[in-house]
């Protein structure tokens, strides 16, 4: 009996040790386990984030609403189209008014262009006086931009002896009010130089090298920035009625883009209809820059723009997002759209929360907005 209760005890000791030994792995699975679901947890929200990061590191200007002011030299090439070919062949389709060039005026010279034999021939002069030889055929007119430099002369006269009046008092005419130097350039050369600084964008340095080597004069850039300002007093006036005339039309469009001003960034924000156009500058993009431009806080009409946050902050205001936007959005989301899929109505967006901390809210509530008009198509 002594031996098989040692024999008992024995075994029952082993059963006890196997059995803890047992709950020791099952707390260790459990421990395992929990890591597991951990570890699986934050792999899950890496690969969000790699995915994200992937996304942003191929979004550009072309396929978001990324500004191109922003992308420096690595701009995308132009060449890519968001359209999805068509069935229609290239060039302008059936229906389409086409554009010709007009004459302006009558041909200012004639170039008469004889058969060559006839040219070489040495009775040419005698066939030019007989009227029946030549006839006028096909002809063609060619365009040319002419550029030189008109010199207008002013000459004060005076009158030496009038035959017809005793008075002894000395008579000459006068110079126009605008004529004030010896030598000076003209209202053309201010208009000129106006439209190149503001609606052509060019600088003061180019504006000088170009009207330097176009017309052979030696204007310096401080009498090009004299100009440009005459030319803003002039337009002043009408500024504010352009503003107004923008701000209770039925549909505008609103755009900014990035620009350097004497070193520093500055956004020019735009409100424009397809008449006016309203330029401001401010050195924020968002809601401060919008509200400056003074067009957006008081519009109640159809307010066409890109998919920026701070536009969402005008709840007055019907919200149309323009079609080439659309596709950008697309493209951001993962969709290749044509853009006849999306092109009437317009789209009324919640406002934003902020402008930042808002990037994948609003990635997110444009997707649901995208889907809803795709599923209808």
Known sequence: MDERDALIAALQQQIAEQQRQIAEKDRRI???????????????????????????????????????????????????????????????????????????????????????????????????QDGNVFRRGECR???????????TRHQVIEVASCPHDDIK??????????????IQYGDSFAVLAGLLSTYGAVSVNRIHDLLSSMFGVSISTGTIMSMVSKCAKQVGPILPEIRKLIANSDVANFDETGTDMNGRNFWVHCSSTGQLTWLTANQKRGKDGMDDNGVLPGYRGTAVHDCWGPYW??????????CAH????????????????????????????????????????????????????
């Open 30 to 128: 459990a421990e395992l386990t929990e890591e597991n679901s951990s570890l699986a947890s934050q792999l899950e929200k890496q690969k969000e984030e790699i995915c994200e990061l992937k996304q942003k590191l191929g979004l550009n200007s072309r396929n978001s609403s990324i500004s191109s002011s922003k992308e420096g030299f690595n701009k995308p090439p132009k060449n890519k189209s968001l359209r999805e070919p068509s069935e229609n062949n290239p060039g302008a389709q059936i229906g389409h008014k086409g554009a010709n060039i007009n004459l302006t005026h009558e041909a200012d010279e004639e170039v008469e262009h004889l058969p060559e034999k006839c040219r070489k021939c040495p009775f040419l002069e005698q066939c030019r």
């Open 141 to 151: 007119y060619e365009l040319n931009a002419v550029l030189y430099v008109k010199i």
């Open 169 to 182: 008092q000395k008579m000459k005419g006068r110079f126009p009010e605008n004529i004030r130097g010896y």
């Open 313 to 322: 902050n005008y709840p007055n205001v019907n919200h149309a997002v323009c």
């Open 326 to 377: 659309i596709l950008r959005e697309r493209a951001e989301l993962g969709y290749r759209v044509h853009p006849g899929a999306y092109l009437g109505g317009s789209l009324q967006g919640p406002a934003a929360e902020d402008e930042k901390g808002q990037g994948r809210r609003n990635r997110e509530r444009r997707k649901r907005a995208w889907q809803r008009p795709s599923e209808r198509v």
